[in-house]
């Protein structure tokens, strides 16, 4: 079932958000085209890079918003009559949601840099670019990092990701099954604010601490320092973030579960 | 006969009002039963606790013995009172939704339906009128071959003939293995489709009884005995 | 055809009325099927189980039979049917003195008027 929901979560957001990145792309071969005659009309195509620059944030901001408005209408809105009638568990309708959501970020995020390189190659710029090259200079880069710290970074990136869609999630679900009960909710929704931030906090200090530690011991060079904030203690980090991400979705599936409030 | 939807004691508060104030409920399969009451009687909290959409403040509800939940949702069908069908799908795209996830969604009858409504199904939903709506979401409804149908105002707010068409639709849908339930407040148009009646008044259970049992017994129509109930 | 059912009696009585009267009437002959129950309920607008209550109380009067798996026909026995015909107009000419009587016409007075409405038809 969870497939099958993902499946209509897709069809539900790509409704705009396909052609919203289709409009990117498609803006960004004209644009890549369009800069090989700069010299001879600058104007015409410093309009149609500011279409494209558009296009981008558009992309951006759009995918998301169309995810968060899905989210209310499916869920919190007349549709939700028709979702949590259906055969499928609270968990199953918001982690669908959650997943579909990840996945555009990345998809977005994908298009986005394939757009760029489009801009790019197709200006000419990378001609003298070598691809070989490239893929040794990002080997650089990354050299010291083993494949632990790729996990960590994988692992950060998602869990925020889904920390700040779940924050949504929370915020909508739970003021609308207080909708009648303004104040109170706000009042609610500071105090966990104010505890994660507290959370965050410490066990920020905490790490800095460790990593500090850590640091002496192996004699405080820069480097390995920033490689130990980073890569060498950042389970505690991390599990703070998925903590809190948990948190945020135990939150909203309470308050679907037993304080649903359908218009 | 082996029973469907129980309640007892059932209780749903909404902060501190009262929707429902143990209600004691049994259906048996193979009914066509009407659940009847002024507004604010409870109809709509009843239906809602029976399909998981609300959960009990105090006793218990359950379907073909089980508490409500996704497994028993597979086999309830349920229509809200307002359209719920996402706006952009088309009423293909619907029955494919209904189709993809009931089991038990018949797909040749709603195309039937579909067909008899003349419908065009590449046209949105968002483009069709309200009363075309109603009837597609009807459709969709009563084409599952579900064990328990719970309709929340089938026919509010239609003309005659679509009442007509609606009833039609709940009696195509009807087998002898399933219950339907639904609600309304248009109690002498839909009468003579009535295996019982069950009276709501202030979140309580007033009275369940066979419609041919209140018209044998007492000599009136279910809408005459409502309107005495009810008066004020 | 049109159903219609009054408030103050059970459906299913006044249903077993009306087929008995479309039996007697002729629009099924002796010895025809009848349509299933499932269509009779859609074309009356009533409730199935209705349709087969009635069914059976016109089983249980002869005027019906059943076969298992074909359906339900009507009686093929001629003087079954006669006997529903007059027991219909029996029913019916009852009703007509009865509300004769409450018009505070007397039996004479009937009868007359009975004699002239249908006299118009019978000698042109």
């Known amino acids: ?263 | 006969m082996s029973t469907i939807l129980e309640c007892r004691a059932l209780k749903k508060r909404y902060g501190t009002k009262e929707a429902l104030c143990g209600v004691d409920l049994t259906l048996e399969t193979g009914r066509i039963v009407g659940l009847l009451g002024p507004n604010g009687s409870g109809k709509t909290t009843l239906i809602k606790l029976a399909c998981g959409l609300l959960t009990p403040s105090g006793g218990e509800i359950r379907i073909d013995g089980k508490k409500p939940s996704p497994e028993t949702n597979a086999v309830v069908s349920y229509l809200p009172e307002r359209i719920a069908l996402p706006l952009w799908m088309t009423a293909q795209q619907a029955m494919d939704f209904y189709g993809n996830f009931y089991a038990d969604f018949r797909r040749d009858a709603a195309e039937d339906m579909v067909e008899r409504l003349r419908l065009e199904r590449t046209q949105t939903i968002r483009a069709m009128s309200k009363g075309t709506r109603e009837k597609l979401q009807l459709i969709l409804t009563m084409a599952r071959a579900a064990k328990l149908y719970l309709l929340d105002e089938p026919l509010g707010g239609v003309d005659p003939a679509s009442r007509d068409y609606i009833l039609r639709t709940i009696l195509t849908g009807y087998r002898e293995d399933a219950t339907v339930l639904f609600s309304t407040h248009l109690i002498a148009d839909v009468e003579a489709v009535l295996d019982e009646a069950v009276f709501l008044r202030e979140g309580g259970v007033l009275l369940h009884e066979r419609v041919d049992a209140i018209r044998e017994e007492r000599g009136k129509s279910v809408d005459q005995l409502f309107r005495e109930l009810f008066a004020y | 055809m049109d159903w219609v059912f009054r408030a103050d009696e059970p459906i299913y009585t006044q249903l077993c009325e009306q087929l008995a009267l479309v039996i007697v009437s002729g629009v099924y002959a002796a010895g025809e099927r009848l349509p299933p129950v499932r269509e009779l309920a859609l074309d009356a607008g009533v409730n199935p189980n209705t349709v087969q209550r009635a069914l059976s109380e016109l089983e249980r009067r002869g005027l019906v039979y059943s076969q298992r798996t074909a359906g339900r026909f009507v009686t093929e026995d001629a003087a079954r049917i006669e006997q529903a015909r007059a027991q219909l107009a029996r029913d019916r000419a009852r009703d007509f003195l009865g509300a004769m009587a409450r018009l505070g016409l007397d039996r004479t007075q009937t009868l007359a008027l009975l004699e002239q409405l249908s006299g118009g038809d019978a000698k042109p």
């Open chain 1, 1 to 263: 079932m969870l497939v099958k929901l993902m499946k209509h979560e897709f069809h539900a957001t790509g409704r705009v958000s396909l052609p919203l990145c289709g409009v990117m792309l498609a803006l960004s071969v004209v644009a890549g085209m369009a800069l090989r005659f700069y010299e001879a009309i600058p104007r015409a195509v410093g309009w149609i890079g500011t279409l494209y620059g558009g296009s981008v944030f558009a992309v951006a901001v759009g995918v998301f918003a169309v995810l968060m408005q899905h989210f209310k209408r499916n869920l919190l809105g007349d549709e939700g009559y028709l979702m949590r009638a259906l055969p499928v568990s609270i968990h199953e309708l918001l982690l669908s949601k959650l997943f579909v959501a990840l996945i555009w970020y990345v998809a977005a995020a994908a298009l986005i840099v394939l757009s760029v390189f489009l801009v790019g190659a197709l200006s000419g710029e990378f001609r003298d670019v070598s691809f070989g090259d490239l893929w040794d200079a990002l080997r650089q880069l990354f050299s010291y990092r083993d494949a632990r710290d790729w996990v960590v970074l994988l692992l950060g990136v998602v869990g925020a990701l889904a920390l700040v869609t779940l924050l949504f999630y929370a915020d909508f679900t739970l003021s609308q099954s207080f909708r009648k009960h303004r104040l109170l909710y706000h009042v609610m929704a500071a105090v966990i604010f104010i505890l994660l931030l507290r959370l965050t906090g410490s066990l920020n200090a905490l790490i800095g601490r460790m990593a500090e530690r850590g640091a002496d011991v192996i004699g405080g060079a820069d480097g390995p320092t920033a490689i130990y904030v980073t890569g060498g203690m950042p389970w505690l980090g991390l599990a703070e973030l998925y903590v809190s991400a948990a948190a945020l979705y135990v939150l909203t599936w309470a308050a679907l579960k037993y304080r649903p409030n359908l218009e």
